[in-house]
């Protein structure tokens, strides 16, 4: 069964800092991996999607990579602002049990300190 | 474009009744996915609805069901609450018709209180 582990559970840095989110996976047979943002008390919003045969994905200040066969990922965050301050999950998106589905991990809460 | 819309917000129930949420996707998306999120189990995926059929399903009980319209709009049900099922409940609409789920655009969610 597909486990998704995100360390740490929460990180606080001070503004302007570069910053890494770690995510890691058991089973390396995976479609794609996500990285989203959750604001308290908010929905989801995806940040990057990496499919399986991708290393690493770039938006702006982001940067995600995957290691498929090591069951990594990591989120990049370059110069971080108060406003990145949000709860990080990553998801994986597999075949499991006969359906297909994302798969969480619980998540890095993540405060940046002006 | 507007986004993926779920109503209500905030639902108050007691244990043994049931609920239904509704949810309406991006115009032109024709995948709607449910999850219900909770501090202890985090976010767990219920089941996937695409052209009015259930496609994927997750390791819920019977009590929980879903359905998907013409339209695309979705509801989901629970029947027989029971306290555990209080937990956000969100859902994510997909462009995507042939078998992999793209990139899922999430909705504000549901908050359900089941006392």
């Known amino acids: 069964k597909q486990e998704v582990t995100q360390i740490p559970a929460a990180l606080s840095v001070p503004e302007g800092e570069n910053l890494v989110l770690n995510c890691s996976f058991t089973d390396s047979a995976i479609y794609n991996l996500q990285w989203f943002r959750q604001d308290p008390g908010k929905g989801l919003t995806s940040l990057l999607l990496?499919?399986?045969?991708?290393r690493e994905q770039t938006s702006g200040r982001l940067n995600a990579s995957l290691d498929k066969s090591s069951g990594r990922s990591t989120l990049y965050i370059a110069a971080s602002q108060p406003g990145d301050s949000a709860t990080y999950l990553c998801?994986?998106?597999?075949?499991?049990?006969?359906?297909?589905?994302?798969?969480f991990g619980k998540g890095t809460k993540l405060t940046v300190n002006p | 474009k507007a986004g993926v819309t779920q109503t209500p917000r905030y639902l108050i129930k007691t244990r043994g009744q049931q609920v239904t949420l509704s949810c309406s996707p991006i115009s032109g998306h024709r995948s709607v996915s449910w999850y219900q999120q909770t501090p202890g189990q985090g976010l767990q995926f219920l089941f996937e609805?695409?052209?009015?059929?259930?496609?994927n399903k997750g390791n819920f009980p019977g009590r929980f069901s879903g359905r998907q319209f013409s339209n695309s709009r979705s509801e989901m049900n629970v029947s027989t609450l029971e306290l555990g099922d209080s937990a956000l409940y969100l859902c994510?609409?997909?462009?995507?018709?042939?078998?992999?789920?793209?990139?899922?655009?999430f909705g504000p969610g549901t908050r359900l209180l089941v006392l």
């Open positions: 998801a994986v998106n597999l075949r499991q049990g006969g359906s297909e589905k994302l798969v």
């Open positions: 609805y695409f052209s009015e059929t259930q496609r």
């Open positions: 990496i499919q399986s045969s991708q």
């Open positions: 994510a609409s997909s462009l995507e018709g042939g078998g992999r789920l793209k990139t899922q655009y």
